[in-house]
């Protein structure tokens, strides 16, 4: 259920404060990762989460994936 993912998303600080970050700006995953202290495995799990609940988008240009807010 949609629902479950969003709440099971919301239930991490860390991907609290990236959804806070991406409120203000789009981020690359690189832009991301420079805010936070864990490893790049780490943050593509928080990402991916986030993406599977449908809160963030991401768009792949060139050899940089952009992040954003889903609408």
Avoid at 17 to 40: C, H, N, P, Q, V
Avoid at 42 to 52: A, G, N, P, V
Wanted: proline residues 3%; charged residues 30%; without cysteine.
């Amino acid at each position: 259920m949609k629902e479950d993912n969003v709440f099971a998303a919301l239930a991490s600080g860390p991907r609290r404060r990236i959804l806070a970050y991406l409120s203000e700006a789009e981020l690359t995953a690189g832009e991301i990762a420079e805010r936070f202290d864990m490893t790049k495995p780490s943050l593509s799990k928080h990402l991916r989460i986030l993406e599977e609940a449908e809160l963030v988008k991401s768009d792949k240009r060139g050899q940089f994936v952009h992040y954003s807010l889903a609408d």
